[in-house]
């Protein structure tokens, strides 16, 4: 970095220049270094498939990433700049809101909280989805001062899970209709788990697991060892 200054003598005539040199190398290096990390956390947000927000202690979003979900923990279908100065919780389903004001004054209570949770939110176009949202209390960092959601959608997974109980109810009462009795096991933890129907069909109480040697002892000693066979077969497969 260089500054010039004119020199004159007594009588006001020019005699040149004073020319001071500071070396800022550092300076301009450290200025380098922070425009390259803005950038870097401005490209994690922007580009992050998660829906980010930091809110203050009332719950009004203060920051909201545009992301590029288009799903959040506020109603999905809004742009950042629609998030902007709403409450965080605007848009969740009526059924789910009272839990997550809870979760969400839990943490605003307690620096360095974190809670995590899951609900139902409204789009603007009245389709229902499902949100991830992992709340962290980051009032006393430098730069945040409220705290940080970071949602995510999670409506297929929600989705797949509903699908997945409703097609083991079903099996459950058609095995139930066609009596039809099964056994899971777990070999790594000698459980054997059984289905209502077999204490049904062999009229013994209701226990949560068998071990193997346990169950054994219910086969046929004929159909034990075409048994123990096919586990083992089993087992070399791994």
Not at 12 to 31: H, P, S, V, W
Not at 32 to 44: D, M
Request: proline fraction near 5%; charged fraction near 30%.
């Amino acid at each position: 970095h260089a500054v010039s200054r004119p020199r004159y003598d007594a009588a006001g005539n020019f005699t040149g220049m004073l020319l001071m040199l500071q070396d800022i190398t550092e300076r301009k290096a450290a200025e380098e270094a922070l425009r390259e990390s803005e950038e870097r956390f401005r490209a994690l947000i922007e580009r992050s498939p998660a829906r980010i927000s930091i809110v203050d202690l009332d719950g009004i979003v203060r920051f909201a990433s545009a992301g590029e979900s288009n799903i959040g923990i506020l109603r999905p279908g809004w742009s950042a700049a629609e998030r902007m100065g709403r409450p965080l919780l605007d848009g969740l389903h009526p059924d789910d809101l009272p839990a997550a004001a809870k979760a969400l004054k839990a943490v605003s209570e307690r620096p360095g909280e974190v809670r995590t949770g899951e609900s139902r939110v409204i789009a603007t176009d009245g389709s229902i989805g499902w949100v991830a949202w992992p709340v962290c209390n980051a009032i006393d960092v430098p730069g945040i001062h409220g705290l940080i959601v970071n949602s995510t959608d999670v409506t297929a997974r929600k989705e797949a899970e509903a699908e997945l109980k409703a097609s083991q109810r079903q099996l459950m009462e058609a095995q139930r209709l066609g009596k039809i009795a099964y056994i899971t096991s777990d070999i790594l933890a000698d459980r054997v788990y059984w289905s209502d129907n077999l204490f049904d069909q062999r009229k013994v109480p209701r226990r949560p697991f068998f071990t193997l040697q346990e169950t054994m002892r219910f086969l046929h000693p004929d159909d034990r060892q075409q048994h123990e066979a096919i586990r083992a077969a089993a087992i070399a497969e791994r």
